[in-house]
Nanobody
Framework: QVRLVESGGGLVQVGGSLRLSCAASGRTFSRDTVGWFRQAPGKEREFVAAITWDDYTYYTDSVKDRFTISRDNAKNTVLLQMNSLKPDDTAVYYC???????????????WGQGTQVTVSS
């Protein structure tokens, strides 16, 4: 069973940056599409970004040109560099190691405990 540990969240001011990391253990995901989702208070979990095994990337419109997803297969790690943060980015961020796109992106793999990102204005 895959175990995921997200880290790197915190409190940051508007316009600031954070770098989230997701470390996976129990199974390698080098051939999977991996990604990040987030859940704000009172809202459903939503897709943020995904990266395929061959490094194609996908982003939700609201984070394009601000967030960058990357992966290190040797370390079984997924990263999310978040720049120009806005209050609307405040949420708990989760990674998932089996992301698939139908009409929307869905995470089929295990979920970690998430990491809180708070952007203050």
């Amino acid at each position: 069973q895959v175990r995921l540990v997200e880290s790197g969240g915190g409190l940051v001011q508007v316009g600031g940056s954070l770098r989230l990391s997701c470390a996976a253990s129990g199974r390698t995901f080098s051939r999977d599409t991996v990604g990040w989702f987030r859940q704000a208070p009172g809202k459903e979990r939503e897709f943020v970004a995904a990266i395929t095994w061959d490094d194609y990337t996908y982003y939700t419109d609201s984070v394009k040109d601000r967030f960058t997803i990357s992966r290190d297969n040797a370390k079984n790690t997924v990263l999310l560099q978040m720049n120009s943060l806005k209050p609307d980015d405040t949420a708990v961020y989760y990674c998932n190691t089996d992301c698939r796109r139908y009409q929307n992106w869905i995470g089929f793999g295990s979920w970690g405990q998430g990491t809180q990102v708070t952007v203050s204005s």
